[in-house]
């Protein structure tokens, strides 16, 4: 198992940076929503990270299956 996880490490050092700042900024919004859960605010903020991380994934795998390159799945995988 090891070995296949080092197989589907990231490798692109850009990309890596990319995904830990969006999981960073992410997780950060989700706790503060989490301790005031009735912050409409925080929830809106919530929202709006979702949207922007799902337009990011989006545009990633459109160009050439980028994203199932990268994490080692193989090009037929790609969903149209």
């Known amino acids: 198992m090891a070995e296949r996880d080092k197989q589907r490490a990231i490798s692109n050092p850009q990309l890596l940076s ?16 989490l301790r005031s859960p009735s912050d409409q605010e ?24 980028q994203l199932q390159t990268l994490l080692g799945i193989p090009t037929e995988c ?3």
Do not use: K
């Not at 990319?18 to 929503?33: I, K």
């Not at 929830?43 to 459109?62: F, Y």
């Open 18 to 33: 990319e995904l830990q700042g969006r999981v960073d900024r992410d997780q950060e919004a989700r706790r503060a929503w």
């Open 42 to 65: 925080l929830a809106n903020r919530v929202d709006e990270i979702d949207s922007e991380n799902v337009a990011w994934l989006r545009n990633l795998r459109a160009e050439n299956c």
């Open 78 to 80: 790609c969903w149209p």
